[in-house]
């Protein structure tokens, strides 16, 4: 077919995809002729919040467009990893879009603004913007806590039938009930501060500890995420002020250096929580691993939160994708 727009670009964590985005993919696919369809968060470890890997969430959609009929080369799938700046983050999507709808004379934007998460349109003014006409509520949120809450019901009634399938499928394995386990650690969290006057704010520090091309990590050993690597630190001890607590994280006394504040509100599921980061010359003895630079900055998928972010902005080695 020949539409207006030789490309719509379609932005979505897709956490897991439900009927309103198959509903917005089909009316997208009557406007343009190919649907790129832009997966946020990519590379990123499983979290209660982004519970699937890229290569799930990309099994998922097809199944859903297949059973809905559309052909396999009217959608083209491109992705980008959370940034925590909408500036560097819209650069990547355009680069990725660039990518992946070679020969392109048109490229419109797909959408729905609907809530805070949906200001990042506004970073496209150049693309023609079609909003949805889709009327809908639904959000991800609700599947994931029917899928936590094993509430197949709701499940049956909030995605397309073969994304139902697979997760039940998936429901069954492994890492879902560390998922689960993990979102019911997070849930108690919040729950812990629902009375609080304020919203409360976390304060932690952490090292970048580097010898040439490596650089120190250590295992993260509490829920949520466990076993993810970080860089070595945590929260303010009480009674100490953060060089005084980072010293006693490394267990080193050593002079360090503060270099950069890294405040992103979304970039812990536990709240707020703001990272002081630091730069150390200095051997930890309490624990951790040495790794090659090269091969941490290569593994996004093993760090929790934002700490390979953090670890990219603190060497100056940025990727986008």
Not at 19 to 32: C, F, G, I, Y
Not at 98 to 107: D, E, I, K, M
Not at 295 to 302: C, G, I, K, R, W
Request: aromatic letters at 10%; one cysteine or more.
């Amino acid at each position: 077919m020949t539409s207006a727009f030789s490309h719509g670009v379609f932005v979505g964590r897709f956490q897991p995809p439900h009927t309103t985005h198959l509903a917005v993919m089909l009316e997208a696919l009557a406007r343009v002729d190919v649907l790129v369809i832009v997966l946020g968060s990519t590379r990123s470890a499983r979290t209660p919040k982004n519970p699937f890997t890229d290569e799930e969430r990309r099994e998922m959609i097809a199944v859903a467009l297949d059973y809905a009929g559309v052909p396999r080369e009217r959608f083209v799938f491109g992705g980008v990893r959370d940034l925590y700046d909408m500036r560097l983050w819209a650069r990547a999507v355009r680069e990725e879009v660039a990518r992946r709808a070679l020969g392109a004379t048109r490229v419109a934007l797909i959408g729905h603004e609907k809530d805070a998460s949906s200001t990042y349109l506004r970073e496209f003014p150049d693309w023609p913007y079609l909003p949805t006409r889709v009327k809908s509520d639904l959000s991800a949120t609700r599947v994931r806590r029917a899928l936590f809450d094993l509430d197949f019901g709701t499940i049956e009634r909030l995605v397309p039938p073969p994304v139902a399938t697979f997760l039940k499928v998936f429901s069954e394995q492994s890492a879902f009930a560390e998922l689960r386990d993990d979102d019911a650690f997070v849930r108690r969290w919040h729950a812990a501060f629902v009375n609080a006057p304020v919203p409360p704010t976390f304060l932690s520090v952490h090292a970048l500890v580097r010898r040439g091309d490596r650089v120190w990590l250590k295992r993260r050993d509490e829920r949520p995420n466990s076993g993810l690597w970080t860089l070595p630190g945590g929260r303010l001890f009480e009674r100490l002020g953060a060089e005084a607590s980072l010293r006693r994280y490394l267990n080193v006394d050593v002079d360090v250096s503060l270099c950069r504040i890294f405040d992103h509100p979304d970039r812990s599921l536990l709240g707020r929580e703001v990272m002081l980061a630091y730069e150390v010359d200095a051997e930890p003895t309490n624990g951790g691993e040495w790794w090659n630079l090269s091969d941490a900055l290569a593994a996004p998928e093993s760090f929790y939160a934002d700490h390979h972010r953090a670890l990219e902005v603190l060497t100056n080695t940025s990727r986008g994708t």
